[in-house]
């Protein structure tokens, strides 16, 4: 296969993982800067290009785009799609994930579990959010935030009451969560690919923080997860429709409750805990997926052939036309 990899920075571990296991397995795979892409948009020919060059030929996109980035690292994924590559990921399913209070809504109407979590636009009721969501503490989160980055927890009701009108003041989107004390400051994160979970591990944050993220000083180790925990999962990336995602969740009193669905995990952290090779398990499924498109494109073509067979075997030839 001819693969390319919308990345920013090529030197990431989890980037070049993904190189590796694709050269490995005798694919043509490069990395091209998702910013410098530019588009031609037109109703017959759309074209992405980069460097001067049409981006052609490709059978497969695998985007690694950053939060920083969605808008247009979205709209060059969507650019591929409407030149018929297949996506490792859908531009919509990565908007929903990105999303993150759609991306909870989704989940809650499919009855996932989920920290009980509130969201107001005025901070005129903001007494009642707070005890909407069990009381404090509470976990308040920035909508735009990753890797734990403005996330917050407020130990009592007014410094509760004081952080969300402190970010209101910032015209920032929030969401107001129970905190999940029995989890204590560890999660799991759950590696999806397709409809299996492949790895799992338990991050666990340090003493002083309640947030697990590793890119904040925590650490992780492999885990076997519950059959609960198993399904939560994979139902989770189906109703975002990601076929590639890392799940975020927390052991409650009453189940697994789904945190984030990570459209772009990192696979350091991950297989460094697990010993999975988790970037061969991607590029199998980019295999399956191309193998399955071929013997469709094959069967097709069989079918074609028979009915053209048939067709020449009903048509008589001139000679044996009858003469009047």
Do not use: W
């Amino acid at each position: 296969m001819k693969i390319a990899m919308l990345a920013r920075n090529a030197k990431l571990y989890s980037h070049q993982r993904l190189l590796e296991a694709a050269r490995s397995r005798g694919h043509d795979i490069e990395i091209i800067d998702t910013l410098k892409v530019y588009m031609n948009i037109t109703s017959h020919r759309p074209q992405a290009r980069y460097g001067g060059k049409s981006l052609t030929g490709f059978d497969a996109i695998i985007p690694r785009i950053g939060a920083s980035i969605t808008f247009y690292g979205l709209a060059v994924l969507n650019q591929f799609e409407m030149m018929g590559v297949y996506t490792l990921n859908s531009s919509e399913a990565i908007a929903k994930s990105r999303d993150k209070l759609r991306c909870l809504q989704i989940l809650s109407r499919a009855g996932i579990g989920l920290p009980v979590t509130g969201f107001a636009h005025s901070t005129q009721f903001t007494d009642d959010l707070i005890d909407m969501v069990g009381g404090a503490p509470v976990v308040i989160k920035l909508l735009e935030g990753t890797q734990g980055i403005g996330v917050v927890l407020a130990e009592t009701h007014r410094s509760a009451k004081s952080m969300i009108e402190a970010f209101r003041g910032l015209n920032a989107n929030i969401l107001v969560q129970e905190y999940i004390k029995e989890a204590g400051s560890s999660d799991i994160r759950c590696l999806v690919i397709g409809d299996k979970v492949v790895a799992a591990m338990l991050r666990q944050g340090n003493e002083e923080d309640f947030r697990s993220n590793l890119h904040r000083g925590g650490h992780a180790k492999s885990i076997r997860i519950t059959p609960e925990e198993r399904s939560t999962a994979v139902r989770s990336a189906k109703l975002m429709g990601l076929n590639v995602c890392g799940v975020d969740m927390l052991r409650s009193n009453h189940g697994p409750v789904v945190m984030e669905v990570n459209s772009s995990p990192g696979l350091e952290g991950l297989e460094k805990a697990t010993n999975v090779d988790v970037a061969g398990k991607i590029i199998q499924f980019l295999e399956s997926r191309e193998n399955r498109e071929n013997r469709k494109t094959s069967s097709k073509k069989k079918v074609a052939e028979k009915s053209a067979e048939k067709s020449l075997e009903k048509t008589p030839e001139k000679g044996d036309e009858k003469s009047e």
